[in-house]
């Protein structure tokens, strides 16, 4: 009897052994339960000082995991076997993650201070009514250049980056949607396109462009503009920012044939175990000083008008980054073009990338 009892607490000891080991896995995997919140966000994306501060304000313990595109993100969600509470998608991300039945719709009621959004960021084509996302953050995409490399050139247009004298000095980010669209852009057609016939002309432009660009990028395209590496970069306006405050010699500037209008939102995947927090999480970002602090700390543009109080002038009176509607009612969203679309936009621009070797 008595080796009975030995063996029956010997496999009680390794059932809570493994309970154990299973809840810290599950911790460092992205699991929510109980008192906690897991976000899943691009790195370098959020204030950690309002992590904590949401802790100390909530008592909501915060997991915190990133990641460095989209695609990756949609690809870790839609596998399972994570559970985030929060994601911050771009707007044709969303508007895939709708179509799959990948988000819950939120609860408006649980967010007061939704109040504080400028309407011109709301109710947006890739999710009506924001049924299933509030605006985060938001920009555009442009050119950032150095007058002083370039003996003055002024750049204005897309086409101004197959001048000769451009050789080898142009940046791209590593990015299908934005080197595809901005030969799109450049011949007058849709950031958006679908023409098999008028993806390959961009193409062939593209290839044209070859002898003016340095290299295609990720993030080191910020330290390799700002050290003066190259005089010219297509970037985000957000980075653009971050470029221009280490080197006031550069400019930014989104050409007159228009370019993207992007948006990073907040939402709540179906995979949350923590629905309540999530709302809770969402409506404390909304608050304006908490959403002004946050828009200082990462550098991109804030949608939230309650914020511009809190923000010093030469931030929101900087029409680079906070253009006002005669330039953003020009601008084209990313729409969602189905997986074949996406997967020959791809294509092409892995093309590209080879027709530079």
């Given at each position: 009897m008595?080796?009975?009892?030995?063996?029956?607490?010997a496999?009680?000891?390794?059932?809570?052994?493994?309970?154990?080991?299973t809840?810290?896995?599950?911790?460092?995997?992205?699991?929510?339960?109980?008192?906690?919140?897991?976000?899943?966000?691009?790195?370098d994306?959020?204030?950690?000082?309002?992590?904590?501060?949401?802790?100390?304000e909530?008592?909501i313990?915060?997991?915190?995991?990133?990641?460095?595109?989209?695609?990756?993100?949609?690809?870790?969600?839609?596998?399972?076997?994570?559970?985030?509470?929060?994601?911050?998608?771009?707007?044709?991300?969303?508007?895939?993650?709708?179509?799959?039945?990948?988000?819950?719709?939120?609860?408006?009621?649980?967010?007061?201070?939704?109040k504080?959004?400028?309407?011109?960021?709301?109710?947006?084509?890739?999710?009506?009514?924001?049924?299933?996302?509030?605006?985060?953050?938001?920009?555009?995409?442009?050119?950032?250049?150095?007058q002083?490399m370039?003996d003055?050139m002024?750049?204005?247009?897309?086409?101004d980056?197959?001048?000769?004298?451009?050789r080898?000095?142009?940046?791209?980010?590593?990015?299908?949607?934005?080197?595809?669209?901005?030969?799109?852009?450049?011949?007058?057609?849709?950031?958006?396109?679908?023409?098999?016939?008028?993806?390959?002309?961009?193409?062939?432009?593209?290839?044209?462009?070859?002898?003016?660009?340095?290299?295609?990028?990720?993030?080191?395209?910020?330290?390799?503009?700002?050290?003066?590496?190259?005089?010219?970069?297509?970037?985000?306006?957000?980075?653009?920012?971050a470029?221009?405050?280490?080197?006031?010699?550069?400019?930014?500037v989104?050409?007159?044939?228009?370019?993207?209008?992007?948006?990073?939102?907040?939402?709540?995947?179906?995979?949350?175990?923590n629905?309540?927090?999530?709302?809770?999480?969402?409506?404390?970002?909304?608050?304006?000083?908490?959403?002004?602090?946050?828009?200082?700390?990462?550098?991109?543009?804030t949608?939230?008008?309650?914020?511009?109080d809190?923000?010093?002038?030469?931030?929101?009176?900087?029409?680079?980054?906070?253009?006002g509607?005669?330039?953003?009612?020009?601008?084209?969203?990313y729409?969602?073009?189905?997986?074949?679309?996406?997967?020959?936009?791809?294509?092409l621009?892995?093309?590209?990338?080879?027709?530079?070797?």
């Amino acid at each position: 009897m008595r080796k009975v009892v030995q063996m029956f607490v010997a496999v009680l000891a390794a059932a809570a052994l493994c309970m154990y080991a299973t809840a810290r896995i599950n911790h460092f995997q992205g699991y929510s339960s109980g008192n906690t919140l897991t976000i899943y966000n691009w790195g370098d994306y959020l204030d950690p000082e309002l992590i904590e501060a949401f802790e100390e304000e909530t008592g909501i313990k915060v997991i915190y995991e990133t990641y460095e595109s989209n695609e990756a993100m949609l690809t870790k969600i839609a596998h399972g076997g994570h559970s985030f509470d929060i994601a911050i998608p771009s707007d044709y991300a969303i508007s895939r993650m709708i179509e799959q039945d990948m988000l819950i719709p939120l609860d408006h009621s649980l967010l007061p201070n939704l109040k504080y959004i400028d309407e011109r960021f709301l109710d947006l084509s890739f999710d009506p009514g924001n049924k299933y996302s509030i605006p985060y953050f938001w920009g555009t995409v442009g050119v950032v250049y150095n007058q002083e490399m370039l003996d003055g050139m002024e750049i204005t247009s897309w086409n101004d980056l197959w001048d000769e004298s451009l050789r080898n000095q142009i940046l791209l980010i590593d990015g299908a949607r934005e080197v595809i669209g901005m030969g799109l852009n450049s011949l007058g057609y849709s950031l958006n396109e679908t023409d098999p016939e008028r993806l390959l002309e961009a193409q062939r432009k593209l290839f044209e462009l070859v002898p003016n660009v340095r290299a295609i990028v990720g993030d080191e395209i910020k330290m390799l503009l700002s050290t003066e590496e190259a005089a010219v970069g297509l970037v985000w306006s957000g980075e653009a920012a971050a470029i221009i405050d280490e080197n006031p010699n550069l400019e930014y500037v989104v050409p007159v044939e228009g370019s993207n209008i992007w948006f990073d939102n907040m939402v709540i995947p179906t995979t949350a175990k923590n629905v309540e927090a999530a709302h809770k999480f969402i409506n404390f970002m909304l608050d304006p000083e908490i959403a002004a602090q946050n828009a200082e700390y990462v550098g991109y543009s804030t949608p939230n008008w309650g914020a511009m109080d809190y923000l010093p002038e030469e931030i929101t009176g900087d029409a680079r980054f906070y253009p006002g509607p005669e330039i953003t009612d020009a601008l084209e969203l990313y729409e969602n073009l189905g997986k074949r679309t996406l997967a020959y936009y791809n294509e092409l621009f892995l093309e590209f990338k080879m027709h530079r070797k």
